[in-house]
């Protein structure tokens, strides 16, 4: 394992120390796993409390500020946070108007964030939930409830976040958010596995001519293992799967989410996103919008995966809406 | 041996901390084969704050044992362990009362709180290729061994024997919850992790409590 | 070697298809391999273009817009583009006011953008030139002109590019491009090589204790290799070179860039970068403004590099002023 | 054979982009020990545009081949190589002027102004451990020959060697200039990728105008 870190069961509190000092305007610390805007919240604004596990960056600390969450709990590397931080949060973001939770489908996320809750309410926060579910990888349509959420989460988060910001109410943004995740669909390919730092050995490895098919975003396996192929094939195969699976029609606008995982190079990215905007213009639905980056990472794993969140007039002005955090800007 | 006193109790904590730590890799391993690998950090985050709770208890009950340790997994861990682990020793400890040692009948109930916690918090069942798969057999051994007058040291045993085995039974099994039922039938095969670093707590505590004569 | 691709040797070409299609708000083709600003330039304007080979994203192209780059003139992986494409966007963002070419300091790029401003002086139109020459391990400080262009590209661009929005003269853009470079040091390590598509193979690799030190942004070696250190080893030998390098002094208040190369997670960057920020407290020296993240990477490769600029009160303007670029948006 | 026809150098243009082409990954290997590894594909880049380029042109004399495999290399490989083999090129067709065919008397003029144009672009000197360390002892072994009275083949054979010591020369060398000049010492026991380049592209041009008598 070669990692630029010190001990590696203090990477999350060293992060976490870099982070607020390189981000003074953005962030404040409220507790030591628990972060949240620098501006106090407005009075009346619902809070978007988003978090998991590190491991994800710029997920999910990078999308504190205007536009997106509130604040974000913050557990170790590829482990969701314990309630208490969530708790924190929670508390420090609520003005009255109650905070929406938003995370990925994930067992122990939701058993600790529904502690938090729990805790929240015996203090009078209302609190609402709603679950990133868009991997389609993870389980078949008819199982949407078992999905995991993965890159998706970018989408809901800045749905959610955008709608908060016009101070809608807490039923309101979770109306969003909801839609926002149903129209949004992602899946992803790897060819290399990655390492929790207090692990020290990879999750899995790849032989040369192998990937991962439908992989998560904390370095566990596909759903299966193939053969490498072409960025032309992997795009095809991903986006046709997508597209049949909401499904996606001729005459659809979209936004586009060519994400890396955190070892693939821009470079790929831009020619996997070439191919998935053909297949697209084939189907006759229509780009509205596009991000091509490393927005949801696991850790140092090489792949990408592709999500396409179907849009009608609401969700494109609240992703056209400006946003303002460490990790992403929109003017 | 007939009861389980404060110090014993307190001695196996710490032992079970030191059993975790040592199966760190072992137990990160098992995970990686069909989950996110974390599964011995997690469980070594937990247990080394349990025992530097424990460690600064003063005059503690079984009770406060049994809560300090579920506290200190709730608020460390995080991950699925800490709540489903957690939520076992608090109820243990509910279960516990204000009992000075434990003898078995006691015991017995104070593991099927933890039992109940464990699924009440996690909606797990046997056969999900859980935790759950250990620590139901293990209990029901105890409860069977209670039922039919044997002794501690003979119940701990049947104890551990039911849990091992059932560990083991997980490793046929396609799993049904959590982060590696997302991988369907690659689960088949492989031992699960939660399932084994529970039963290296209870075949620890067993040890531990028994001394010498287990 | 595993890489999203189809043909290596169309990898910049399918890349850059990718690229205008997904921002069609921000940049126009003028040439295969020339991209420009989508908006026209304000006549008057004095253009900026920069440019290199490929393999650096968010480098170059990801410059192009407002506040920063015109034009940027792209190579085959890590090599210069030939004179023709970047005589097309010289002659594209150009109004009158002549244009400013900033690159890294490379044999071939500076090759290849003579030629270029001797075809555009023949046209008519006036080029003046500033390298970067930022990395403080590439050449003692006696022979700074020797010294390589790596991560304080970043710096360079953004001030000059903050300084042409003004509508200052070409001189005035040229010389706030040289301060920024001359006030700009850095210094990198990598934890691993990287390939070129079309090659194939690694350029180099490392056992699993070895690092390279003081390495360039194209995969090659660095000036040399020695045992895999911890973050705060790494951080404290290359900040305190760079320090002691202009020197930076107590009471100078500096811009920091903690930069990723390319596979190295951002929590690994941001545990170099809170003990880049205690030694510069050490030293009694301010943070002005912070960076972290890919702003120059090479592919794959994993390490990352720290850079300083030394602000005074017009750099801490230009670099407060707002950007939107595809890769980087500032407010 | 005592002159090289526009026919001979129009072939041996093609014959160094397959030698080029065959010896890919060796210039991509040696560029690797000490530059960022590409000078296999940038040289391959080039010769596939100078082949394609020069198959397209109607009767060319010899200044039309040595012009357009120029532009060809300056239009169409960027990095170092585009503007040193290209100019060496563009000049060394300027030499040719309207000559129909190359005598050796001719062929050297042609070499030296080739040099000339690598060396004005380049600014490096022999030593520096670049492709002028082939150019320069191929060059001068040409104009040797020519003044001591030898025939075309004796000439182009004196050239082969020259060029091919050379490159040894880089060997031992420290780089000078260009991209692995920052690696110091550390160039030092690597033979230089583009002296290697040059000398495939003299030894193939030589022994493709000399047909099997070199
Ligand atoms: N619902 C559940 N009930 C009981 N145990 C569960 C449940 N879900 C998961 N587990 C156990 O959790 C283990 C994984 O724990 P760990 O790796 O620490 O958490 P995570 O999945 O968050 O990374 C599995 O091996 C399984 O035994
Ligand atoms: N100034 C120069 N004059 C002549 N040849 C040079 C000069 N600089 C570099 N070279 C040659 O260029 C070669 C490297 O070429 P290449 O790898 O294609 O370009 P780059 O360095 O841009 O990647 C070196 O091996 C060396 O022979
Ligand atoms: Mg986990
Ligand atoms: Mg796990
Ligand atoms: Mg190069
Ligand atoms: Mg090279």
């Known amino acids: 394992m070669k990692k630029l870190i010190n001990d590696p069961y203090k990477v999350v509190d060293e992060m976490l120390a870099g982070f607020v000092k390189a981000h003074p305007n953005y962030v404040r610390m409220v507790h030591p796993r628990g972060l949240v805007r620098k501006a106090p919240p407005k009075k009346g604004k619902v809070g978007l409390m988003i978090g998991g596990g590190s491991g994800h960056k710029p997920a999910f600390i990078g999308y504190i500020g205007e536009g997106v969450a509130d604040g974000v709990a913050v557990g170790n590397v590829f482990a969701s946070p314990p309630p208490e931080p969530a708790l924190e949060v929670t508390k420090a973001i609520d003005t009255g108007a109650g905070v929406l939770y938003s995370y990925g489908n994930y067992q122990g996320d939701i058993l600790n964030f529904n502690m938090a809750a729990e805790l929240a309410a015996m203090e009078g926060i209302r609190v609402e939930t709603v679950l990133v579910t868009d ?91 193939g053969k490498l192929e072409t960025a032309d094939e992997v795009a095809t195969d991903i986006t046709e799967r997508i597209i049949a699976d909401l499904p996606f029609q001729s005459g659809d606008e979209v ?6 995982l955190g070892a ?11 191919k998935v905007a053909e297949i697209l213009a084939d189907h006759g639905i229509s780009i509205y919008r596009s991000y091509v980056g490393e927005y949801v990472t696991s850790l140092e794993m090489a792949g990408c995966s592709v999500t396409l969140m179907r849009l009608d007039d609401e969700l494109k002005r609240l992703l056209d809406a400006p946003a303002d955090t460490p990790f992403f800007v929109q003017k | 041996m007939e009861k389980i006193t404060r110090d014993a109790l307190k001695k196996a904590l710490l032992d079970i901390t030191d059993e975790i730590e040592a199966n760190q890799d ?34 503690p009950t079984i009770a406060d044992l049994l809560k300090t340790t579920g506290m200190a997994l709730v608020s460390s861990v995080g991950a699925a362990m800490g ?15 204000d009992a000075e040692s434990l003898n078995l009948s006691q015991l017995t109930k104070v593991f099927e709180a933890f039992r109940d916690g464990v699924m009440q918090r996690g909606n797990a069942q046997v056969g999900d290729k859980t935790m759950v798969d250990t620590i139901v057999p293990a209990v029901d051994a105890l409860k069977g061994a209670e039922e039919s007058g044997s002794d501690l040291i003979s119940a701990l045993r049947a104890f551990v024997v039911a849990a091992e085995e059932g560990m083991k039974s997980t490793i046929p099994l396609q799993s049904k919850v959590g982060r590696s039922s997302r991988l369907g039938e690659r ?3 492989h031992q699960d992790a939660g399932a084994t670093s529970c039963y290296l707590i209870f075949k620890t505590f067993a040890r531990s409590v028994a001394g010498g004569s287990l």
Chains 1, 3 share one sequence.
């Open chain 2, 26 to 59: 072992y137990l990160s391993e098992l995970d990686a084969a069909m989950g996110d690998g974390d599964h011995g950090v997690s469980m070594t985050l937990g247990w080394r704050a349990v025992a530097e709770k424990i460690k600064s208890l003063e005059d």
């Open chain 1, 255 to 260: 936004a586009v989410l060519v994400n890396g």
């Open chain 2, 83 to 97: 709540p489903l682990y957690g939520t076992g020793f608090i109820r243990a400890a509910a279960a516990a009362g």
């Open chain 1, 135 to 225: 991997d389609i990888a993870s389980a078949p349509k008819d199982q949407m409830e078992k999905r995991r959420g993965i890159a998706g989460d970018f989408f809901v988060f800045k749905i959610a976040g955008a709608m908060a910001e016009t101070m809608a109410s807490l039923d309101e943004v979770k109306r969003v958010a909801e839609k926002a995740n149903f129209n949004t669909r992602t899946m992803g390919v790897a060819l290399s596995g990655c390492t929790v730092p207090a692990a020290g050995k990879p999750i899995f490895t790849l032989g040369e001519n192998e990937m991962e098919i439908g992989l998560g975003i904390h370095g566990e396996p596909g759903v299966r293992r």
């Open chain 2, 187 to 189: 689960t088949i095969g």
């Open chain 1, 264 to 274: 693939t190079p821009y470079m790929e990215l831009y020619i996997v996103y070439r």
